[in-house]
């Protein structure tokens, strides 16, 4: 696939601004076998991802508040639940005239793992986790500023570790089987319904083998951990 146009930072009140990085589409194995799921293929139109979580500095422009439990302007946004996410979204797509969103998990996993450049690697950008990421072992308890720790082959920060980022998909137990079943499954949105829905990457208070590239889990959408942020995507056929 070709070039994909960059796009200028997005400036919010007082200056504040994030990027989305362009991620190439293509084809991948997603899920490994470290985790009861089984491995199937994946193929992605392109898109953008935010270049690191959502700060707080961010949230407070536009939200007007901060519900964060440890506090920075440069650390990601924790402690929102999903439905928190979707508003800020909301809120942001007024704002803008953009259509943002969460990132499916299968985008997010792509994404982590370098997309189209990928490294193969079991964490976002590396084998050894504390060169990418903020887990039990170095974190200390508490979340950092973002882009403290290297990125990944697509400039992506803090995939790894740090805090956890919701995905759009409901989490559902057989669906990983479902698809695997289709042969090669394109631009997967998840089911239709499930337990919670997914969040992934690890953070902060989690060994190293929740911050593995493949691994997710699912929490109620109404509930709020001070762990788990998210992570802006945005199709690039709504750029506006």
């Known amino acids: 696939m070709g070039a994909m146009k960059p796009l200028p930072p997005f400036t919010l009140a007082k200056g504040v601004s994030f990027r989305m990085l362009a991620v190439v589409g293509g084809e991948f194995d997603m899920g490994d076998e470290s985790y009861p799921k089984p491995i199937h293929k994946v193929r992605l139109d392109s898109f953008y991802l935010g270049e690191f979580p959502v700060t707080q500095a961010v949230w407070r422009a536009v939200m007007g508040d901060n519900p964060s439990r440890f506090r920075g302007d440069n650390r990601p946004v924790e402690t929102v639940s999903w439905n928190d996410a979707q508003r800020f979204i909301e809120r942001l797509n007024t704002r ?32 050894r986790l504390d060169e ?88 109620h959408p109404g509930r709020c951990l001070g762990h788990i942020g998210f992570r802006l995507g945005l199709s690039l056929s709504s750029v506006a």
Not at 100 to 127: H, I, K, Q, V
Not at 134 to 157: C, I, M, Q
Request: hydrophobic residues 30%.
């Open 96 to 127: 803008t005239g953009q259509s943002f969103r969460l990132p499916t998990e299968a985008e997010w996993e792509y994404a982590a793992r370098g997309g189209a450049r990928s490294e193969d690697c079991r964490y976002a950008g590396s084998d």
């Open 132 to 219: 990418v990421g903020w887990y039990d072992e170095n974190s200390y308890g508490e979340t950092k500023p973002v882009r403290l720790k290297l990125p990944n082959a697509l400039g992506l920060y803090d995939m790894s570790g740090n805090v956890w980022e919701w995905c759009h998909d409901w989490y559902n137990s057989d669906y990983y089987a479902a698809c695997q079943a289709q042969g090669v499954v394109s631009n997967p949105e998840g089911p239709e319904e499930g337990g919670g829905r997914v969040f992934r990457g690890g953070g902060c208070f989690d060994g190293a083998a929740s911050c593995r590239c493949a691994f997710r889990l699912p929490l």
